[in-house]
């Protein structure tokens, strides 16, 4: 075979212009694809032909081809990166069928990686250089290259000792060090090797095994020694379950849905009790932004999840602008959050898996030894990349189709081959995404697929809407002093719940305690009785027990009995045996409490402090104003929602072919030639008429104006137009024509 490649006559003299040969829609198509070359506008063909051959635009095609493509775009460097389909086809063992090749060259073409008429196939030279130096570990084309019989001659004439050697060679790199490579004996394994010609001088200490050597040596006859078959691995792992009608599929989709709705239900719960628990407490950051251990362990608990889980949670809020650090390093919640609560929980989830798609960190790294959750060891480029393409991927297949993770591991690494390559493992990662899949309900537990993957956009499918069922505002109230929510609670009945009763499970059915100390949470905050009773009744879908009746009663008694205000602060109280016992209690002593009056003391302390002593002492007090009214809660502390960047304006690419397309027919108007453009310059300047001039600038750029010529000697024109005027020397203007 011709592995010395092919040259190729092609009616395209430069990659310029194929691009103004191609179709509108094609390239339109390609500019679709690569964003980056929108940004800002090309000025014309030539300037985008210079944008799409840059290394750095190059280097972001290359990272989207799958396994197959990227194995064609080495063949056709290994073949000098001008070739033909059929050159391609052979080298990748492959000349009986073409219609792979065929279809990756096409794709290739799409992206303007390969270019040249429709049967051959040009690389750029950024690809080329990409491909190494020895693409498919090959050596460059020998200058005498050795026929096939010398080849089997050769071969036929070696020992074991010297074909182990060439082994090493045979699949690249195609070079080896060797000592003084030029003075190697004749009865060595080099020195005969060389003296046969089946291994080469590359220097004086470096042989090189020759092509035609090394692919008589591959058998069978192919690029590479792993090559990739042209079609993805099986994603399916299962039976693919029907998901419509009254059959067993369908009843499997809907109980799949309805799982899949649970658990994304109980998400958006944990991220809400996240934010919550940040606005109880000062929650203190580190220096690089992250939570420390203690905090970290502190809303663990709170949520009772695993430790993988709750850096999701807390990850998802801050990415959703729900909570923020504050100046002095706090972590607090947000104005966004109380917008976000007021939406209905399918919108709520949303929002969070649009965030979640973004957040270019990974979660789980700021569990690592040395590394804080929301710190910087958790930033990672790489993971909203990866995050979509595991989406599209599962988006592929039927709903209740089952999979696996080392199935989506096997079609990512063939879809993405630079992952297989990276520092970090794909399996490793994969396995960690996983459970994030599941809990959101993209999912099932069983590595089944669901509905909730079509809610992975920015506006959710009314389909999946009607999935989440609607907010409830009642709860059944029962005699063991819990409550049970039937579904997801409105967000401001949720919140009073919380408020009066300790939430001891999460999930549709949550269930929450109500005790003496949850009750007089609720005191604290400025209830009344007559208002925990009221919000009970309303919001209770049974009689109130008696045993929560009396347990309101007997708080609310007891709630008050004690009195601070500010002398710094006094207390007061009716029961002068109480004050004698916080007199004589030493948290009292250390307070500077003292009396002033028969149950009136005064402290050198602040109320807040006070509160929080006669609290410990097992007492009940409330806090009041100087006119005796009881001072309520301090409302929750909220921090200004993030301000994102505004994203950059849609390009359109249509619109910038056609913009090309008129630049380059006004182009195709003006005259070029030096006698033409000095003619036209000076009829323009006789005739007082505007003239458009491409000329250089002086930083080696073309531009373009339009005006009128007023004085034209000395070799420069000087122009007069709304830009103001300017003289430009008439060797620097490259085209001329009509204004």
Do not use: K
């Not at 009608?245 to 849905?257: E, M, V, Y």
């Not at 929002?351 to 700021?366: C, K, M, T, Y």
């Not at 339009?706 to 003289?727: H, Q």
């Amino acid at each position: 075979m011709g592995l010395s490649g092919t040259a190729v006559t092609v009616r395209d003299r430069t990659y310029a212009d194929w691009l103004r040969r191609r179709p509108d829609a094609e390239l339109a198509a390609t500019l679709h694809r690569r964003p980056d070359l929108l940004h800002p506008p090309p000025e014309d063909l030539a300037d985008l032909a210079a944008r799409a051959t840059t290394a750095s635009s190059v280097a972001r095609v290359l990272r989207h081809l799958d396994a197959w493509q990227a194995t064609v775009v080495e063949a056709v460097a290994a073949l000098g990166g001008e070739t033909t389909r059929a050159e391609v086809a052979t080298i990748l063992g492959m000349p009986g069928d073409r219609d792979a090749v065929d279809g990756a060259v096409d794709e290739l073409r799409r992206w303007a990686l390969v270019w040249g008429s429709q049967e051959s196939v040009r690389l750029v030279r950024e690809a080329r250089i990409a491909s190494g130096p020895y693409p498919g570990g090959l050596a460059p084309v020998s200058a005498r290259p050795l026929g096939s019989d010398e080849v089997e001659r050769a071969l036929a004439g070696i020992g074991p000792a010297e074909r182990s050697l060439l082994d090493r060679l045979v699949w690249g790199p195609p070079t080896g060090r060797v000592r003084d490579a030029t003075h190697q004996p004749d009865d060595s394994p080099v020195g005969r090797l060389l003296r046969l010609g089946l291994l080469r001088l590359h220097d004086a200490d470096t042989v090189m095994l020759p092509r035609e050597v090394a692919w008589r040596l591959r058998s069978p006859a192919r690029l590479l020694a792993d090559q990739p078959s042209p079609a993805p691995p099986d994603l399916v792992a299962g039976e693919v379950e029907a998901a419509t009608g009254a059959s067993s599929g369908g009843l499997r989709a809907r109980l799949a849905a309805q799982g899949a709705v649970a658990t994304a239900a109980e998400l958006v719960h944990d991220v809400e009790a996240c934010c919550e628990w940040a606005g109880s407490a000062p929650v203190r950051l580190l220096r690089d932004e992250g939570l420390g251990v203690r905090d970290r362990n502190a809303l663990r608990s709170h949520l009772g999840g695993s430790a993988e889980r709750t850096a999701l949670v807390v990850e998802l809020a801050r990415a959703a602008g729900l909570v923020t650090g504050s100046a002095q390093r706090t972590l607090l919640p947000t104005t966004g959050y109380d917008r976000w609560l007021a939406e209905p929980t399918a919108e709520r989830w949303a929002q969070l898996v649009v965030a979640w798609l973004d957040l270019p960190r990974w979660p789980r790294r700021g569990l690592d030894p040395g590394g804080h959750v929301l710190g910087t060891d958790a930033s990672w480029a790489v993971a909203p990349d990866l995050r979509r393409a595991a989406i599209e991927q599962l988006r592929s297949v039927p709903v209740t189709t089952v999979v696996l993770p080392e199935r989506l591991t096997a079609v990512l690494g063939w879809r993405r081959p630079g992952w297989r390559r990276a520092s970090w493992s794909l399996d490793e990662v994969i396995a960690e995404l996983w459970p994030e899949l599941q809990w959101f309900g993209l999912l099932g537990e069983d590595g089944t697929t669901t509905a909730l993957l079509d809610g992975t956009v920015a506006s959710v499918p009314a389909e999946v809407v009607a999935a989440f069922p609607d907010p409830v505002t009642e709860v059944i109230v029962q005699a063991d002093l819990t409550a049970v929510a039937p579904g997801p609670l409105e967000a401001g009945v949720a919140r009073s719940l919380r408020l009066l009763a300790d939430q001891e499970s999460r999930g549709a059915g949550a269930v929450f305690r109500f005790s003496a100390a949850t009750v007089r949470r609720a005191f604290d905050a400025g209830w009344s009785h007559e208002e925990v009773v009221e919000w009970l009744g309303e919001h209770s879908a049974t009689p109130i027990p008696q045993p929560l009746e009396y347990l309101v009663a007997d708080t609310a008694r007891r709630h008050g009995a004690i009195r601070v205000g500010t002398a710094w602060c006094y207390v007061r109280t009716e029961d002068e045996a109480q004050a004698s016992t916080v007199l004589a209690h030493p948290a009292g002593r250390a307070l500077g409490l003292r009396t002033i009056a028969p149950g009136v003391l005064v402290a050198n302390a602040e109320p807040d402090q006070v509160v929080a002593a006669l609290h410990e002492m097992g007492l009940h007090p409330a806090a009041e104003d100087e006119s005796g009214r009881t001072v309520p809660a301090p409302e929750p502390v909220r921090a200004p929602a993030p301000r994102h960047p505004e994203p950059p304006p849609t390009a359109d690419p249509d619109g910038i072919v056609a913009a090309l397309r008129s630049g380059e027919r006004r182009r195709a108007e003006l005259v070029a030639s030096t006698d033409d453009i000095v003619q036209t310059v000076r009829g323009a300047h006789d005739s007082g008429s505007p003239l458009r001039v491409d000329y250089v600038g002086d930083d080696g750029t073309r531009s373009s104006t339009t005006a009128v010529p007023i004085a034209f000697a000395s070799g420069t024109v000087r122009l007069v137009g709304a830009e103001g005027s300017r003289t430009i020397p008439l060797s620097r203007i490259v085209a001329a024509g009509p204004g």
